[in-house]
């Protein structure tokens, strides 16, 4: 089969690879109908995330039809024919961790739980196609993948709403969603979001759903604040505004009561000293990760407010404000998202038409395509916010 | 620990009685006396003059002589053996040094001295290397918590013949008798041991004890403790397992090298085992297809999937 696979950094490519198949009993395979490019997949393409190696198949955004399934699939949870959207974590629904939620960080999905145990302290859930710390599982940009314990991960879609309409379920609606939820938003809130990309889009569109009395989008790439405009939010372009005095003055001085990073490690910034003082420390590896966003919403965030991170980081980082974080009461809260936890409500609220992930699509392309539309989403051309790419 | 006896029934053998250690050791008194007393005389029958510095130096190599001859006769231990292993390479360095400068004066003794050096050489070799005893005795823990009651996990621990689905070197488990099970599993660089084993305490809910009976390849002891967590979050496993490993310090090195290190495959074993017990089987990935292998995290196979010849190969 066709594959979108990893070469080098900066380079991804598609190519033959053996079509996948049933190594675990409870795995299904599904015939890929829709999968997506996530901005995570470009730290992947930039070389930031370790252990990644050539020929490693890209992709945590599928969906697709099952055309198979293991022998110890439960028949009455999944069948061959059912239409299914591929949650990116994969969870066991067994041990503790999943028992209590926290799918993203399952103690029995990760094969290669040492390495991830080495960097991270404790170990994290196996994810599709985002390198061999989290696994060394297969991607989903691909025409076949293999769904791990598919009857507890993959989630199916009986109504007819279409592809689009779903596909996010995988990842970054539910990744937005988490971003606002942890925010724990009560009346009368204001909600920052650093980064308008598609993940972003989506918490100010839950935050919105959740509550927030007004929500604040912070970029620097102008048809992307457009994209946040269209939707009302207020926007901030960092290039040539200052966010602090800015968010101050949106907030009668107060500042956001709630601040959601979703951004992470590749941040750019508006001062060029800044932005050349990472970028210099995270060439020589004396940072792995740029926090500029994470910095600012801990600088901005009213007393007493909540950090909500969803932008990635991978490894480690320096001047952090540990002063401002403590002196000031705030609340940091984070995780990979706990998908399998807010699927099944967002497909709810996707039905009721309360939320309409469509809208951050900007390109349709056949996966042959894959590297060209990793090209355009990382150098933000022709307007790219989100590629759909069609195996 | 229920380990006891599993050192104190290996036959140690006493380098006290051992004819070739005492008489090394003799040898060692028999050379060193007349270095140290006459060292001119000895530097003429070893064919070299007799200058201040050679006697100094049949003066010193006397005195090692006669520490070494000490210790062996006095408290004989292997690492004596090693000095006089030691001696030697510096008695033929001498030696070399003195073929090298040689004047002609006398040169087929100094020749005939060398050789037999060497020949010493290799006795003590041989007497060090075999009076060694070559194995470390290691002990291991490791632990986990898994979700159910710890009767459940030791019910499922106690069906001895499906631990190889989890403990990755296990090839076979076999109950022979009450209490009693016959073992078989792959040991570093592709070799196989086995041994008969017998439950020293069940506990049922708490706590498996085992040891190898006589004869075991690696003697070795282990138990298992299952200890409900704290708020009911489970079962704590807590293994330890005390065994000697053979090869001694190097074979330890060695092994670790190549990722045979032994704390790395208990913790895979329970890593897996916790795998098998709450999901129903080891998970596998494109790039681990044998599962969780501490030894094959990175780099391993792309994450791409398997050709058939791969999978063949990963389920071999």
């Known amino acids: 089969m066709k594959a979108n696979c990893w070469i080098s950094p900066n380079k991804v490519d598609v190519t033959d690879v053996p079509d996948p198949t049933i190594l675990n009993s409870r795995d299904a395979i599904v015939k890929v109908t829709s999968t997506a490019i996530c901005g995570s997949d470009l730290h992947l393409l930039d070389g930031y995330v370790p252990t990644m190696q050539k020929g490693d198949v890209m992709g945590h955004e599928s969906m697709g039809e099952v055309v198979e ?38 103690e029995n999905t990760n094969p290669n739980a040492g390495v991830a145990e080495k960097m991270f302290g404790h170990p994290v859930a196996g994810i599709y196609g985002y390198s061999h710390l989290t696994g060394g599982f297969a991607g989903g940009q691909a025409e076949y993948a ?12 009986e109504s007819d709403l279409t592809d689009e309409q779903v596909l996010f379920l995988s990842d970054i609606l539910p990744t937005g969603y988490m971003g606002a939820d942890m925010c724990n938003i009560t009346d009368g809130d204001v909600v920052a979001v650093w980064g308008a990309g598609p993940v972003g889009q989506f918490a100010m569109d839950s935050a919105r759903v959740l509550g927030a009395a007004k929500v604040i989008a912070i970029d620097d790439i102008a048809y992307r604040l457009e994209m946040a405009a269209g939707q009302s939010y207020e926007t901030i372009n960092y290039s040539d505004t200052d966010v602090r005095s800015t968010l101050l003055e949106l907030t009668g001085g107060r500042g956001p009561d709630k601040c959601i990073d979703a951004v992470g490690l590749e941040a750019t910034h508006g001062a060029a000293h800044v932005q050349l003082y990472d970028r210099a420390k995270q060439a020589i590896r004396a940072e792995t990760d740029r926090p500029h966003a994470l910095r600012q919403a801990i600088m901005s965030c009213r007393s007493g407010g909540i950090v909500s991170v969803i ?12 002063g401002s974080w403590m002196n000031r009461s705030l609340t940091l809260k984070t995780g990979q998202c706990h998908v399998q936890r807010y699927m099944r409500p967002l497909l709810e609220r996707i039905e009721q038409g309360e939320l309409d992930p469509t809208r951050v699509i900007t390109h349709r392309l056949p996966l042959a395509q894959a590297p060209h539309g990793y090209d355009i989403f990382k150098h933000k051309q022709d307007h790219c916010e989100k590629v759909v790419l069609k195996p | 620990m229920t380990t006891d006896g599993l050192h104190g029934e290996r036959p140690t053998a006493s380098l006290r009685h051992d004819p070739l250690t005492r008489g090394l050791g003799w040898a060692s008194a028999a050379l060193g006396a007349p270095q140290i007393i006459r060292p001119g005389a000895v530097a003429r029958v070893l064919g070299v003059d007799d200058a201040p510095r050679h006697r100094l130096a049949s003066a010193v190599v006397g005195a090692r002589e006669m520490v070494a001859a000490a210790g062996l006769l006095g408290r004989p231990r292997p690492v004596w053996l090693w000095a006089r292993v030691g001696g030697d390479a510096m008695d033929l360095t001498l030696l070399g ?17 060398t050789v037999a050096t060497a020949l010493i050489t290799l006795t003590d070799l041989y007497a060090a290397l075999t009076r060694t005893r070559r194995s470390t005795p290691m002990e291991l823990t490791s632990t986990t918590t898994v979700s159910g009651s710890p009767n459940e996990v030791y019910e499922f621990w106690s069906r001895l013949e499906q631990l190889p689905t989890f403990m990755a070197h296990l090839e076979e488990v076999r109950v022979t008798g009450a209490g009693r099970s016959h073992w078989r599993a792959a040991a570093p660089f592709g070799r196989d041991v086995e041994w008969d084993a017998e439950t020293i305490q069940d506990i049922p809910g708490q706590r498996l004890a085992w040891r190898s009976a006589d004869g075991a390849d690696i003697p070795n002891a282990g138990e298992v403790r299952f200890v409900p967590a704290p708020g009911g979050r489970g079962t704590e496993v807590h293994v330890r397992l005390a065994y000697d490993l053979p090869g001694g310090a190097l074979g330890k090195a060695v092994a670790k090298y190549f990722g045979e290190e032994p704390t790395q495959q208990l913790d895979d074993d329970l890593r897996r085992f916790k795998q098998v017990f709450e999901v129903g089987e080891v998970i596998r990935s494109d790039g681990a297809p044998k599962g969780k292998q501490a030894r094959e995290e990175f780099p391993q196979h792309p994450a791409r999937p398997l050709s058939a010849d791969e999978r063949k190969e990963a389920a071999a």
Do not use: M
């Open chain 1, 69 to 106: 399934v293991g022998s110890g699939v439960d028949g009455d949870k999944l069948r061959v024919g059912d239409r299914v959207v591929v949650p990116f974590p994969i969870g066991c629904g067994a041990c503790s961790a999943c028992r209590n939620g926290l799918w993203s960080c399952c």
């Open chain 2, 97 to 113: 040094r003195a073929l090298k400068h040689h004047d002609g004066r006398g040169q087929r003794r100094t020749e005939f001295a």
């Open chain 1, 146 to 157: 293999r769904v791990v314990l598919a009857d507890v991960n993959a989630l199916k879609i």
């Open chain 1, 311 to 322: 932008g990635v980081y991978g490894g480690f980082i320096d001047k952090f404000p540990a």
